[in-house]
């Protein structure tokens, strides 16, 4: 029986020695879009007036949120924004549908749920979001501020307008990867979690994530099986505007088991360690927010002495946030080719702005250590750096290139020694749960997410190529980077220019 998260993060570590290949049982294979049959779908609406602006323009300070009011069409656009199809390609007989969100295997574990309290020109209800069609289906009619606000605590003292649940659904990753897919739902959730962020600070709204709420309560009010479906994440967007169509009974939809559709194989299989961890990260985070971590507990060598990066001069993007939005791909053909210090710099500090809502109840600063190895960066020695959390600077830990041994622990991906560096995401998870109970690998996962699909969205406005590396030999990676024994590596992001050039 597992006691804690870390057992949880060691039991699904990989060993190079002892991989079971296990073959996919095809005749099971998860369906990786949800659908509510029966239920009447409403079509989003078209975007017409976009944010056209840059990525890194999103976080500038001069777009403060705003409490507007909230149309069908602006919802519409959040929703799109945070979860659309991109690019289909034949496969076997049918498609396979590419998506603006990076998923671990392309397996998209995530579902989006929403209970609409004030949205102009929809009526109040809970519904879920189909990808597939871009539609809404209503699973509830009425106001169920009543269910949800003794289950999750907002710090905003707004009006919630909208509110987003973010789910996964077990077996769609469990199916491949056992029991080391609840790392995925929660890194895969993160990623799509950041692209609502994204879309709501283009917008300009006012809206608070939080990954601390009563489990049971929130899936039972999205009337999920929570065996196999579970919510991870809840994004609240606040507008104190009142808008009409509002109503307030909060019925269900007649004799629909709604349950049912949790199930997305025709044969599900359970992965024990799954749903204990779930349970075990299930109670409420404790702890008051602390100083940000330090470095020095991260390594088992002595740091160098901080590094500044210079201020970058120019913004390298080449295309805007939307573009590289409907573009982002993990690409994979790295070169060897040095990257200038302008756009490192302007890579670290686009990072350090990361992961921000209206209310800093959450910071990654207070659960993660960031690092980067570096192979080809101007001005740079290759090594391996721990980035300061509240300055960007950098703390040398190993020198030399090191990204070639890095390719070999993730699992012999050889084409990652070719990126100019790897952005790592290390936790010390005995302390977190110490700090702030098992809930804290929820954090320390669902950030780690959202600082991924931000690189991700970086390098494409860049012309670069990334790819988030959830596999790895586990013990390696911590020997090898010199990690003290507590310190878990929870993810990996290559990054660097590409053979071919795709803007
Ligand atoms: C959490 C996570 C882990 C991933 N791990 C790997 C990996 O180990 N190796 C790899 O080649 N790609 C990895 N990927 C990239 C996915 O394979 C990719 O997102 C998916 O195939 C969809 O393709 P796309 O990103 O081009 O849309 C990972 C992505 C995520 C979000």
């Excluded at 879920?128 to 907002?154: E, M, T």
């Excluded at 960007?392 to 622990?409: K, Q, Y």
């Amino acid at each position: 029986m597992l006691l804690t998260a870390a057992d949880y993060h060691d039991l699904t570590s990989y060993d190079r020695y002892k991989m079971s290949g296990h073959g996919l049982d095809w005749l099971n294979q998860p369906n990786t879009f949800k659908t509510y049959q029966g239920l009447t779908k409403i079509e989003l609406e078209e975007d017409t007036k976009s944010y056209q602006g840059l990525l890194s323009e999103l976080f500038s300070l001069n777009r403060p949120p705003v409490s507007k009011e909230i149309r069908f069409q602006d919802l519409s656009s959040m929703l799109k924004l945070s979860h659309c199809l991109t690019r289909k390609e034949k496969s076997g007989p049918g498609y396979f549908y590419f998506r603006n969100v990076a998923s671990a295997g392309a397996l998209y574990p995530f579902e989006t749920y929403l209970a609409t309290f004030n949205v102009h020109g929809l009526e109040q209800g809970l519904y879920h979001h189909s990808v597939a069609d871009q539609s809404i289906a209503q699973l509830k009619k009425g106001d169920c501020r009543g269910a949800l606000a003794p289950a999750v605590d907002f710090h905003c003292k707004d009006q919630p307008a909208v509110v987003f649940f973010f789910t996964s659904m077990f077996f769609r990753s469990s199916w491949k990867y056992r029991d080391r897919a609840f790392r995925y739902h929660l890194l895969d959730t993160g990623h799509l979690c950041e692209n609502l962020a994204l879309a709501l600070r283009s917008e300009k709204l006012k809206f608070e994530i939080s990954y601390d709420f009563d489990d049971s309560a929130i899936n039972e009010l999205l009337a999920i099986d929570p065996n196999k479906e579970a919510c991870l994440a809840i994004v609240g967007v606040f507008s104190d505007e009142v808008s009409t169509n509002l109503e307030s009974s909060f019925t269900p939809p007649p004799s629909i088991d709604l349950k049912k559709f949790s199930l997305c194989a025709p044969e599900e299989k359970r992965y024990p360690a799954i749903n204990e961890i779930h349970s075990i990260t299930s109670m409420k985070r404790e702890g008051q927010k602390r100083d940000f971590i330090r470095l020095e507990n991260f390594v088992s060598v002595n740091l160098g002495e901080p590094v500044g990066l210079a201020p970058f001069r120019d913004t390298p993007e080449l295309i805007n946030y939307n573009q590289a939005l409907l573009q982002r791909r993990s690409r994979r053909n790295f070169i060897r080719k040095p990257i200038s210090s302008n756009i490192f710099s302007w890579l670290v500090g686009l990072f350090q702005k990361g992961n921000t809502s209206c209310h800093e109840n959450i910071s990654w600063r207070n659960f993660l250590s960031t690092g980067v190895l570096i192979s080809d960066v101007e001005g740079i020695a290759p090594g391996f750096y721990l980035i300061e959390p509240h300055n960007g600077s950098l703390r040398l830990v190993l020198s030399g290139l090191l990204t070639e041994e890095m390719a070999h622990i993730c699992l012999d991906q050889i084409w990652l020694s070719n990126c100019s560096c790897h952005f790592l995401f290390l936790a010390d998870l005995p302390t977190l749960e110490a700090q702030y109970g098992p809930r804290s690998y929820r954090y320390a996962m669902l950030e780690t997410g959202r600082l991924g699909q931000l690189l991700y969205l970086a390098a494409e406005s860049i012309g670069f190529g990334c790819c988030g590396i959830g596999a790895f030999y586990d013990s390696e990676a911590r020997e090898f980077l010199n990690l003290r024994s507590s310190v878990r590596l929870l993810y990996l992001v290559g990054l660097g220019p590409l053979t071919k050039a795709f803007v």
